[in-house]
């Protein structure tokens, strides 16, 4: 019958651990196992290279000729393996090939993809960045699965093994065409009474209105749009008001002729979270491209902080 050749490296450990003290027990102390397992490890070993491989002699076991002869490369090879665990190759981002995909909301999309892109494109020529719409109720199963990499949105409700980080805080605040009547002012009898846009991908009912029905008070919605662009366009050239993040309307402040103000009914700024999977938490590609896309987004963001 044909010997296996194969061979759990594992025992290589024992065979030093013996060689290096000179009986089981001792060896089963520094490998932190029964002396039994290191005896049952010992006797595999024999069978393997068909030799005792040690003696008794005294309370000592000494190694025979052939264990000699091999531990010089045997430790040099557990001690080289060893080395290998612990070594932290240097992470070098201009070396990366492999593409991330994200999970941005419109508004997200915006403000942060421009200055993210420039800051890859310097970096990291050979990343790609998927951008994709994720419904709240699947981020967690995406991100375990891996067909995401990074969820940025406000607060959703994530299992444990989803990892989250606060990025920002956002306010609202109340676009419309420059000329508008209520450019200069806008009170809450004012914004109540107004006929609004509002954004919504798949048409239900915003979380503003439901929040608004809860405290009693209701606005009349004329449009429903998939997308806040569009919206911000419309809002523009007509006298219908939009309520955008205050980051948002910044940004397209210097794109559109619109004026701003501030939503006039008392709401607790929002927090902007990323999430990600735990299995990636400490890999150094997918960490430099997380502290990437928060730069990205907290410095988008920044003068909605004032």
Not at 239 to 258: E, F, M
């Amino acid at each position: 019958m044909e010997r296996d050749s194969r061979i759990d490296l594992n025992l290589f450990r024992v065979l030093d651990a013996i060689y290096a003290q000179g009986g089981v027990s001792a060896a089963a102390r520094v490998l932190h196992l029964t002396q039994p397992a290191v005896t049952h490890a010992l006797q595999r070993l024999r069978d393997h290279l068909n030799d005792p491989l040690f003696v008794r002699q005294g309370n000592r076991l000494v190694a025979t000729e052939k264990v000699r002869a091999m531990m010089p490369a045997v430790q040099a090879h557990l001690k080289g393996l060893l080395a290998s665990t612990h070594a932290q190759p240097r992470f070098d981002a201009a070396q990366l090939q492999m593409a991330f995909a994200i999970g941005f909301r419109d508004i997200l999309e915006s403000i942060a993809l421009p200055t993210l892109m420039a800051g890859i494109e310097r970096e990291a020529p050979g990343v790609r960045v998927v951008s994709r719409r994720v419904a709240a109720d699947e981020v967690e199963r995406e991100l375990g699965t891996g067909t995401l990499d990074l969820a940025v949105d406000r607060p959703l409700r994530a299992g444990p093994r989803v990892v989250h980080r606060h990025l920002v805080d956002d306010t609202l605040l109340v676009v419309m065409r420059r000329e508008h009547p209520l450019a200069a002012q806008l009170r809450r009898a004012d914004y109540l009474a107004a006929q609004h846009v509002t954004v919504s991908p798949l048409g239900e009912a915003s979380a503003l209105d439901l929040l608004l029905g809860q405290n009693g008070m209701f606005r009349e919605v004329r449009l429903v749009c998939q997308h806040y662009f569009s919206a911000c366009q419309i809002a523009a050239a007509s006298d219908l008001l939009l309520t955008v993040p205050r980051a948002y309307a910044s940004h397209l402040a210097s794109l559109l002729p619109i004026a701003a103000q501030p939503l006039p009914i008392p709401l607790k700024a929002f927090p902007i979270l990323a999430y990600w999977h735990e299995s990636k938490d400490q890999d150094p590609a997918h960490q430099w491209f997380r502290e990437r896309v928060a730069a990205s987004i907290t410095g988008a963001m920044a003068p909605s902080q004032h």
